[in-house]
């Protein structure tokens, strides 16, 4: 245990010294790593922050009724007459278009915009809960709700809901490919300089060998070193995707308000940190194992 | 401690270095083998650590067959035998104390222990204030005396030299060769390729010609 534990740290040292001796070459692998590995990192900060939003956005699929811009005040007082009588509906939600108007005008960007214009443009609209909210049902209830007078849009929020979540279907999946794909490279990265430090590292191999040492013993510090590698890439990535979330969370944030949506951009969470960390690191281990097995044999 | 029995070695493309060759050296025994360049004194050497396998024959090294160990189990013999390798092999962008103290590590001696061991080896051999040395910057007689510091340092029962006093001057020699006698003395099993025998007097002698005893 004690031999273990002495080897290991001799060999991490090794590792260390060799990845500071050759300071500009270090660098500019764990640069390349880290910009590799940054693409997925980001991938999943957005992926996470959207996932955020999709839970706290209500999922209860809802019905929006807006008015015609032309509908007046006893327009919109039959259709709330005409909902009350409707079978089938849970809750009625009236939003008068001065409402919507003044919510709007918070908006620090959107304020001068809607002062330029010359009315409001906001209609009025109902946001309706039905009692059965199965997309069949839903259907039939706009398609029953757009043959009212005055109604200019029925929108299903469900299908936002829907489109939203196989959206994020697909982010989920791109981000998954991005990291394999990345991540080979960051294999192949290590592979590499892990042959370029075996050829530097030759005599030392050999007089090894001739002196009574295992191959573990001979692979451990190239192991650190890859492992190393990785992990100072991965930390590279981190960086980058949280200055990523830094600089795009004023913009980002003002954008998604358009739709009422409120952002403030997320760097990654402590459990996908440590993914990544952990995953940058094992990619650089089994990058430098690979090579070690290709070519310690002929070394 | 040593058997050969029937021992022939081939390398490609079919230079015989060894045939046939049977001898035995006994534990705590000093014995030179010599021979003429390329007689197969190196080979010799290199089949008792298994560096190379025997293509006939068996070398039996404390009764253990070494020519059939397994790759996983050289290593276990390799730390039992010390070696002064012809070409030394030292490694040159590590300092003296370094250099003798890769064995202890590759063993797995606690640093501590280690740090002691290597200092007694490298006063055995003269360079107790030269720790801290590169290679390069030893004379000859130097950089074969730090060879011999590894080759001791895990206190082996069985010492492998080849040509440990080539090219040093004839008072160097001496003084390598007295260290070779010191370790005999206290029991350790040597064995010495040289082309000058003289300077072992009373060690036994292994005469090679052309890969077999004369
Ligand atoms: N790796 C090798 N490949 C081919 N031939 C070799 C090799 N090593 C040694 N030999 C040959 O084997 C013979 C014995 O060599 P060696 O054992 O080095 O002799 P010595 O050490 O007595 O000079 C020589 O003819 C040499 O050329
Ligand atoms: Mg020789």
């Known amino acids: ?299 | 401690m040593i058997r050969f029995d029937r021992v022939s070695k081939r390398y490609p493309p079919g230079i015989d270095a060894l045939s046939h060759l049977s001898f035995e050296v006994a534990e705590g025994e000093l014995a030179v083998v010599c021979g003429h360049s390329g007689a197969g004194k190196s080979t010799l050497l290199k089949l008792i650590a298994a560096i190379e396998k025997p293509t006939g024959g068996a070398v039996l090294v404390g009764g253990q067959n070494v020519g059939g160990l397994s790759r996983s189990a050289l290593p276990f013999l390799r730390r039992r035998i010390g070696m002064v390798f012809q070409d030394q092999k030292l490694l040159f962008d590590r300092n003296a104390f370094d250099n003798v103290m890769l064995p202890l590590s590759i063993a797995g001696f606690p640093p501590r222990e280690a740090a002691q061991r290597v200092r007694a080896a490298l006063d055995k051999v003269g360079l107790g204030t030269r720790e801290k040395a590169l290679p390069i910057a030893l004379s000859g007689g130097e950089q074969q005396r730090l060879a011999i510091a590894r080759a001791v340092v895990c206190r082996p029962s069985l010492l492998l030299a080849d040509e440990p006093t080539a090219h040093l001057d004839t008072e160097t020699a001496a003084d390598v060769a007295r260290i070779f006698h010191e370790f005999h003395q206290v029991g350790v099993t040597v064995l010495i390729a040289t082309y000058d025998a003289g300077l072992f007097p009373g060690a036994r002698r292994i005469q090679l010609d052309h890969g077999t005893l004369r």
């Open chain 1, 1 to 299: 245990m004690k031999t273990w534990l002495t080897h290991h740290r001799e060999a991490a040292g090794l590792a260390v010294g060799r990845l500071l001796g050759a300071p500009v070459n270090t660098l500019l692998s764990i640069l390349a790593i880290g910009i590799a590995l940054a693409l997925p990192a980001g991938g999943q900060m957005l992926l996470a922050n959207a996932l955020q939003v999709a839970g706290t956005t209500s999922s209860t699929p809802q019905i929006s009724i807006f008015m015609a811009q032309n509908a007046d005040a006893k327009a919109a007082t039959e259709i709330a007459a005409r909902l009350k009588k409707f079978g089938g509906i849970a809750k009625t939600e009236f939003i008068a278009r001065e409402q919507t108007l003044t919510r709007m005008k918070a908006s620090q960007g959107l304020k001068d915009v809607i002062e330029a214009l010359p009315a409001n443009p906001f209609p009025d609209a109902f946001i309706i809960t039905a009692t059965d909210d199965r997309p069949e049902n839903m259907e039939k209830l706009a398609a029953e709700f757009r043959q009212w007078p005055k109604v200019e849009h029925v929108q299903l929020d469900s299908a936002w809901v829907r489109r939203l979540d196989a959206l994020l279907r697909l982010g989920r999946t791109a981000v998954l490919l991005l990291g394999l794909l990345l991540g080979t490279g960051l294999v192949a990265i290590t592979f590499n300089t892990i042959r370029m430090q075996m050829l530097t590292s030759r005599a030392e191999i050999e007089v090894s060998r001739l002196l009574g040492a295992t191959d573990g013993y001979i692979q451990r510090p190239f192991l650190y070193y890859g492992a190393l590698l990785g992990l100072g890439g991965g930390l590279v990535a981190w960086l980058l995707a949280g200055a990523a979330a830094l600089w795009l969370r004023g913009p980002l944030g003002d954008l998604v308000r358009l739709y009422e949506i409120n952002l403030v951009l997320q760097p990654l969470g402590l459990p996908d940190s440590l993914l990544l960390l952990a995953a940058a690191a094992g990619l650089g281990w089994l990058g430098g194992l690979l090579s070690l097995r290709q070519h310690l044999r002929q070394a």
